[in-house]
């Protein structure tokens, strides 16, 4: 029985955060309701060897202004500003506006504006919350440097079985995906996409959360874009000592109305150990392919992209982050050089007010 | 127990026979030409002559070796007889169906250039004006083709590479007419000599 109330207790602890980002949770600030917080993610990259591709420089890669308040009985809000850095300039936009809700329907959540698409792992988190400093390669190939973002529709219900289950589905514009400088065109068939997650605690120490994922669209020229993915993050915490175990896994189908079938498959494991609370010192391994690569006579070209990322986290406090990394990419394709890619990077993170409490 | 040895044999020498087989170029087959070392496949030729660094004439060049990368970059050295043409399309698919292209033309000692992906053309001919096309012509060619529509860069002999020192930039000069939906990438020769065509990393990143 006690077993039984403890996981319910955790259950209802992760269902309130992962529901939504809601700001059932926010700090209330003069009574108001209104929050602010403030977060500066500051990267640098170093060339190690000439063939190497970072730009010697440290920048402010992005700074993030966020505003979150209970509208009403029902509804909260969230705007969030970034600047990013292009052509030299750092340029606030609009990174989320979102009206959400844990409340119209018992177990299930719902937020409508623009915000990052809820699928995988990585893309659910802003950059200066991820564990490590660079996207690995298969992310930043199919979901760009920073993650999707879009103007659309989410909902989320935690479906009441005995174990837990929760199912998010969106769909969203879709004129864009990834990277983009304009409004794009209307799609044929709008961004779509589904999550299934499931999250297991075996014991007090440990929790484990799984999803499985798909996102799929039809842009304006007919191109079909599908991508089918996994994510798991596993979290083991004893006193100050902890061990975080994090990967996503996807494959890509891009079917063009006229052209060839372009099937790439990549993959990243990143493992950290906890020394204490200030000190983390992990290790990434990436993997990526394009395996429908095929040469000019139609015969199929192997080609993989392997790197690892040692990283090393210090952080005085949950506002303070600092980390240096190494990065060793080998991008190897028959009947080519290899093509090595290795640099240093700095990251600092400080983040100033409040911030939102964290999915797992 | 000795056919079994005899199998495993086999079965290594064939494992051994193919490893060096992937590891023998496209370049070394039958039928297969080369510009400095990248090897292609010539169709629809006219007047075709080629040497080991230079193809000249009419006929369309499909390169052997595809581009892994959405993202790559072109250099390409070349001269033009008066009205004559060269057309670079990348991000193919096989055959050069359903890439994105750049032409450019010779007329007189003006140079028209223009943008195609399948029925679609874009003119911008109006950024290439201080080109001299009687002379030998030297560009490299950024083509973005992660972003959508595919981002293109253009610079004429190049020094340094960043958006201001761009001759044509597709987000601030033209938009491209659509994306490329391949790997491929090859030439259209009319009337063209060409010294140099080579892919490489982009050279421009944000």
């Excluded at chain 1, 079938?261 to 990143?270: H, I, K, N, P």
């Amino acid at each position: 029985m006690a077993q039984w109330m403890r996981r319910n207790q955790l259950f209802l602890g992760i269902t309130l955060w992962s529901l939504s980002q809601c700001s059932s949770l926010f700090a209330d600030v003069n009574g108001t309701g209104l929050s602010v917080s403030a977060a500066v993610d500051a990267v640098g990259a170093f060339k190690v060897g000439k063939d190497s591709k970072a730009k010697d420089t440290l920048e402010v890669r992005e700074a993030e202004l966020s505003l979150y308040a209970p509208i009403d009985h029902i509804f909260d809000g969230i705007l969030s500003l970034a600047a990013h850095r292009e052509s030299g300039m750092s340029l606030f936009e609009l990174h989320e506006a979102v009206i959400c809700s844990t409340k119209l329907i018992p177990g299930m959540s719902l937020r409508v504006g623009q915000y990052f698409l809820g699928v995988g792992r990585l893309n659910r988190f802003h950059r200066h919350d991820w564990p490590f400093i660079s996207a690995p390669k298969v992310f930043s190939e199919f979901f760009g440097e920073e993650g999707v973002l879009d103007t659309g529709g989410e909902i989320s219900y935690l479906v009441p079985t005995l174990f837990f289950l929760d199912i998010t589905a969106g769909v969203t514009n879709g004129w864009v995906y990834g990277h983009a400088h304009n409004e794009g065109k209307k799609p044929k068939t709008p961004t779509h996409y589904l999550r299934m997650g499931t999250f297991l605690d075996p014991s007090d120490d440990l929790g484990l959360a799984l999803g499985g994922n798909y996102l799929g669209r039809i842009s304006s020229d007919g191109t079909k874009t599908q991508l089918f993915g996994l994510d798991g993050v596993a979290k083991w915490n004893r006193k100050s000592m902890s061990l975080l175990v994090q990967g996503e896994t996807w494959l890509r189908q891009l079917e063009p109305e006229a052209g060839d079938e372009d099937v790439s498959l990549g993959s990243y494991l990143y493992q950290q150990v906890g020394f204490s609370k200030n000190f983390y010192a992990g290790f990434r391994l990436d993997y990526f392919t394009v395996s429908s690569l095929k040469d000019a006579t139609g015969k199929k070209i192997h080609n993989a992209e392997y790197a690892v990322v040692p990283t090393v986290t210090y952080k005085t406090s949950e506002f303070a982050t600092f980390r240096l990394a190494y990065s060793n990419s080998i991008n190897t394709q028959e009947y080519q050089t290899d093509k090595i890619n290795q640099s240093v990077q700095l990251q600092s993170i400080f983040i100033l007010g409040a911030h939102p409490t964290h999915d797992f | 127990m000795k056919s079994l040895s005899s199998l495993v044999l086999a079965s290594m020498l064939a494992v051994g026979c193919n490893h060096g087989d992937r590891n023998k170029s496209n370049t070394q087959q039958a039928d297969q030409r080369n510009l400095n070392g990248a090897g292609y496949t010539l169709s629809e030729s006219g007047s075709f002559t080629h040497k080991e660094n230079e193809m000249s004439g009419s006929g369309t060049v499909v390169f052997t070796i595809p581009t892994k990368d959405k993202d790559n970059s072109y250099s390409l050295t070349f001269t033009l007889a008066d009205a004559g043409s060269l057309t670079l399309t990348a991000n193919a698919g096989r055959g050069l169906r359903s890439g994105i292209s750049i032409q450019f033309t010779r007329a007189g000692a003006a140079l028209k250039a223009s943008l195609k992906s399948g029925s679609t053309e874009v003119d911008i001919s109006s950024k290439f004006r201080k080109i001299d096309s009687s002379k030998e012509m030297i560009f490299q060619i950024d083509m973005h083709n992660s972003e959508s529509p595919t981002h293109i860069l253009v610079w004429a002999n190049p020094t340094e590479f960043s958006e201001d020192s761009a001759l044509f930039n597709s987000e601030t000069d033209a938009e491209a007419p659509g994306q490329g939906g391949g790997n491929i990438w090859g030439l259209v020769l009319v009337n063209a000599v060409v010294t140099s065509a080579a892919t490489a990393e982009p050279k421009f990143e944000e």
